[in-house]
């Protein structure tokens, strides 16, 4: 592919804040953005040259869309596969619909990785309560149940600890189709984030460690303080799903360090993610970047470490601390997404940390 020319048209499904800093990205790099989504006053679409507000499945818009643009990615994964398949019949759509069918649906994801010969949580794939007690009698508890569709930063899920729940943690998850997974022992929550650009060329960003806080990313931090062969074995993995999914954009891999040193997948995000936002400011490349580059055509950039860093959510409430906090620290980076309304469990912003100061 011939990369796309400056004043370009990038779409981008999604106005959240990740399409917010991809389009930022993308007007360093000379683009334009076009925004596609159902949500008004949308912190990307303040940053972008225009915007279709429109249901994800108003075919109508979408073909008005696909002919004002060059090529469409997204920051969102839980697009209708539909619409995807609707797009690619009208412009070039990284990551495709054949992926994107497969992260959307749990079971089929971990069914993917498996067959990649790569290791995942023991899960079972739950259709009705009588499944889901003769799943808790073969994986034992403690146990997550999870939708397995939607569902993030704790959405969709109960922690059962014991087989008398299965009808509870049935009703609460509104008796839809439900993956079952059980319990890994784990010693660090990791993530590694994968670019694979049109022409096949592929990129991996350092080992990022990861601290959730009621199930919403809290702190991450760069490097991840394992062993090489660890680190190793991550990007191994990351490539390896890359390659087998077709990826043209980008893919996050969430992992389990287990007490043995082994990893496991968790879960799988075709999209840059709030544990690569410390490549905005300490990494050659940031993700946001790199996620243009690879879905335009252009060369992917170098994503080594150019210092130590901890990324600090701000969530809800955390965002008035955030001027303070900005300065106290000589080295804190912040990014604040736009929002107007702080609301619990929301995401307002980050502070990128340069090491080796950061919070403790």
């Keep these: ?31 334009h953005v076009h925004i596609f989504t159902p949500e008004e006053d949308a912190p990307a679409s303040e940053v972008s040259l225009a915007t279709t507000l429109a249901d994800y499945r108003d075919e109508d ?42 992260t959307q649906h749990r079971a089929n994801e971990k069914s993917f990785v498996q067959a990649q010969g790569i290791a995942t949580a023991p899960f079972r794939a739950v259709h009705s309560l009588p499944e889901l007690v ?27 600890r014991s ?22 022992d784990f010693t660090a ?61 980008l893919l996050a891999v969430e992992l389990f360090l287990c007490r043995d040193g082994s990893l496991k997948v968790n879960e799988l995000a075709p999209r840059p993610h709030n544990s690569g936002h410390w490549t905005m400011d300490a990494c050659a490349t940031s993700q946001f970047q790199q996620a243009i580059r690879a879905v335009t055509g252009l060369p992917l950039g170098p994503t080594h470490l150019t210092s130590p860093a901890r990324m600090l959510n701000l969530i809800g409430d955390d965002v008035h601390q955030a001027h303070a906090l900005l300065a106290a620290e000589p080295t804190a980076r912040l990014h604040l997404y736009g929002k107007a309304e702080a609301r619990p469990g929301r995401k307002m912003g980050h502070i990128n940390y340069l090491l080796p100061s950061g919070p403790a």
């Design 61 to 102: 818009a979408l073909a008005r869309f696909a002919a004002s643009v060059d090529v469409v990615t997204l920051e969102f994964e839980n697009i209708p596969v539909e619409s995807l398949c609707f797009l690619e019949r009208h412009v070039p759509v990284m990551p495709g619909a054949n992926l994107m069918e497969v």
């Design 189 to 249: 929550e990791l993530s590694v984030i994968v670019a694979r650009s049109v022409a096949g060329e592929v990129a991996v960003f350092p080992l990022t460690r990861n601290e959730h806080r009621h199930h919403i990313l809290h702190i991450s931090a760069v490097p991840a303080g394992v062993p090489d062969s660890v680190a190793q074995e991550a990007e191994r993995i990351a490539r390896t799903l890359a390659e087998a999914g077709d990826l043209v954009g």
């Design 1 to 31: 592919m011939t990369p796309l020319p400056p004043a370009a048209t990038i779409g981008i499904l999604g106005g959240g804040q990740l399409g917010r800093m991809m389009s930022m990205a993308a007007s360093r790099l000379g683009y």
């Design 134 to 160: 003769h799943a808790l009698a073969e994986l034992g508890t403690p146990a997550i149940l999870k939708t397995s569709r939607l569902g993030y930063d704790g959405k969709g899920q109960f922690l059962l």
């Design 163 to 184: 087989p008398e729940q299965a009808a509870e943690a049935w009703e609460a998850l509104g008796g839809v189709e439900c993956v079952l997974e059980g319990f890994v």
